[in-house]
């Protein structure tokens, strides 16, 4: 064969192919092009092959994000202050002052998703006061899952809300006895009243913008992360927002590689949206690095089941049906692949009836579609997802929002949600991911420790052993089962000879660590086309070019993204609150830290003032 432009030995490599593991593997024009045992693969490097002894590490084939939105997060990675994994309030409450300090007028100190209370040594939010006092005069909006923002009062006067401001539908902006806005935002029943406020912010010019998508790679890289589906996502128009994407693909700037799909943006103009899409681009299109792969996976509006477990189940309108009918028949007819967000079993029967009526007059026959989420989704409906060959894209929602799904639906519940095990059993293909940056974090190894230990970043214990995952199983839905959501099974997701050459080495062996430790785990050299796209510890003087941050004031060159503290020892302790701390008393506690105790209170009849937030 030509000779291999580079070769990592002496390693304990996880091919998720036969064999399972090998000692030395080598790359050539971008894909894997032997492996085996040091001695036969070594005999192949020619004078220009770069050889690499890997010190007896773990790799394994580079992790796939099945649901994350890189397009939209990478152009304002740069804007965002990360809580992602930090350890205590208090560190997070410091990181916000200080990047306050550095952040000119009139930007703002944003902190958008990926972290919740529980993480938190303290067990609790952030209060209105505590970030006024960090930031008493640069604009703060700090976003909790799909369920609140807070906002300080110098984002209260950027965004322009006031006592004479209306409630905005699907929202409603907290107010005080006076009527004037305190700075809470409440999703109800859907977050676009969260979204639409953070659009209000400054954006970054299209320079910063293709620096702030390169670190986003970078990041990832960090983690292992070598490919992502990307979901689209609100206010991601296409083609105007891809527009630095597409400019990083043609300068051959990627480090991971897209499979993006179309996400509508006009409620009650889905239609049109998709017609107009299907006529500019089809499934397929672009290289490797940069392809286009169907629809969703909003494909009408009144089909979102948004999940805010602080909120009771929404009901979909009676008229989603005839809207979703009309817009997967047209994807059918034009065999695009699609997906769909479903949290609960109750959308998902509905959008079944659709999905089985198209069938039958226009037949998916291979047609590749999924839904993303399905936490409570039955056995009933993964029979007929499985009979219609759909999919099902899982993701660590449950490691964020666990507490509060408990808290509504009880333990028993909880016990099998998402239903993975089951999944697997009946043969259906999943693929699993993050559903970063908003909600959860972008970090892998968080989603490889909850499927496996089954427990929430806050230490609850979600599932029995019966749906939890052995972590070889785990890793193969990061790898090989994304894979099938973009139709490129057989050309990623294992080191086999033809696959493409995407491979990470581990800073700790995922399969042997205690399981707490999983989540702590980094990569120390990425690779990609069989390229290194990054590298650290002893494989540092391997590592691209360092890429400068910009803008300069931006809290990635200070903070980076994922907290690298390393993972905490154990989980946080338990939460402390009243006597009466049950139920959704007992969350007020969790989600803004602990009341004085009073006399009888009119409100809650408890002695506890926790009431007035």
């Known amino acids: 064969m030509t000779a291999p432009d580079l070769i990592l030995h002496n390693g304990k490599i996880t091919t998720n192919d036969t064999p399972s593991e090998v000692s030395a593997i080598a790359f050539a024009g971008g894909r894997v092009a032997a492996s085996g045992t040091d001695d036969a693969v070594l005999k192949a490097r020619g004078s220009a092959t770069r050889v690499v002894d890997l010190g007896g590490r773990r790799a394994i084939p580079g992790l796939n994000d099945s649901h994350l939105h890189l397009i939209r997060g990478g152009l304002n990675f740069n804007l965002e202050l990360r809580w992602d994994g930090v350890p205590s309030l208090a560190d997070a409450l410091r990181m916000l002052t200080e990047q306050a300090r550095r952040t000119p007028a009139p930007q703002w100190v944003r902190v958008v998703g990926g972290w919740n209370e529980f993480q938190f040594a303290e067990r609790r939010m952030p209060t209105l006061a505590e970030v006024n006092a960090a930031a008493p005069d640069t604009p703060v909006f700090i976003l909790h899952l799909y369920d609140r923002a807070i906002l300080n009062a110098a984002a209260l006067r950027a965004v322009g809300y006031t006592k004479d401001t209306p409630e905005p539908p699907g929202g409603e902006i907290q107010r005080d006895r006076n009527g004037n806005p305190t700075g809470i935002l409440i999703a109800r029943p859907n977050a676009m009243i969260l979204y639409a406020t953070l659009a209000k912010g400054p954006k970054l010019g299209p320079s910063d913008q293709l620096n702030s998508t390169r670190h986003f790679m970078r990041e990832l890289n960090r983690l292992g992360v070598t490919s992502v589906i990307d979901a689209g996502g609100g206010f991601q128009n296409y083609p105007d927002d891809y527009e630095i994407i597409e400019d990083l693909h043609r300068r051959g700037e990627m480090t991971v590689r897209v499979a993006y799909n179309l996400f509508t943006q006009k409620p009650k103009e889905e239609f049109e949206d998709f017609s107009r899409w299907v006529a500019m681009t089809k499934p397929g299109s672009g290289s490797d690095y940069y392809r286009m792969n169907g629809a969703g996976e909003m494909l009408v509006f009144s089909a979102a089941d948004f999940e805010d477990f602080l909120e009771p189940r929404p009901d979909l309108a009676p008229g989603m049906e005839g809207e979703l009918h009309r817009v997967v028949k047209l994807l059918a007819e034009h065999r695009w692949p699609f997906r769909l967000h479903a949290t609960y079993d109750e959308s998902i029967g509905r959008f079944l009836d659709v999905f089985e009526a198209v069938d039958r007059e226009v037949p998916f026959a291979g047609l590749r579609w999924f839904f993303d989420h399905a936490e409570t989704v039955t056995e009933r409906n993964l029979e007929r997802i499985k009979a219609l060959g759909g999919g099902i894209a899982v993701q660590h929602r449950m490691a964020f929002q666990g507490e509060y799904f408990v808290d509504r639906y009880g333990p028993g519940v909880a016990a099998h949600t998402p239903p993975i095990r089951k999944m697997l059993e009946m043969g259906i293909p999943v693929g699993a991911g993050t559903d970063a940056t908003r909600v959860a974090s972008f970090n892998p190894w968080v989603s490889l420790y909850w499927m496996v230990t089954g427990r929430t970043v806050g230490g609850l214990a979600l599932y029995p052993e019966a749906n939890r995952l052995d972590r070889a199983t785990a890793l193969r839905l990061y790898t090989q089962g994304s894979a099938w959501m973009s139709a490129e099974d057989g050309q990623k997701g294992a080191l086999a000879v033809g696959q493409l ?39 540092a003087p391997l590592a691209p070019a360092p890429l400068p941050v910009s803008p300069d004031w931006s809290p990635v060159g200070v903070y980076g993204g994922y907290y690298s503290g390393g993972p905490q020892a154990g989980a946080p302790a338990p939460a402390r609150c009243c006597a009466q701390g049950s139920k959704s008393h007992g969350l007020l506690h969790r989600l803004f830290g602990p009341a004085p105790q009073t006399g009888a209170d009119p409100f809650w009849g408890t002695g506890c003032s926790c009431w007035a937030f």
């Open 501 to 539: 050459g995407d491979l990470t080495v581990l800073s700790a062996d995922y399969f042997t660590v205690p399981e707490n430790e999983i989540r702590g785990i980094e990569s120390v050299l990425t690779v990609v086309g069989g390229k290194v796209v990054y590298a650290a510890g002893t494989f």
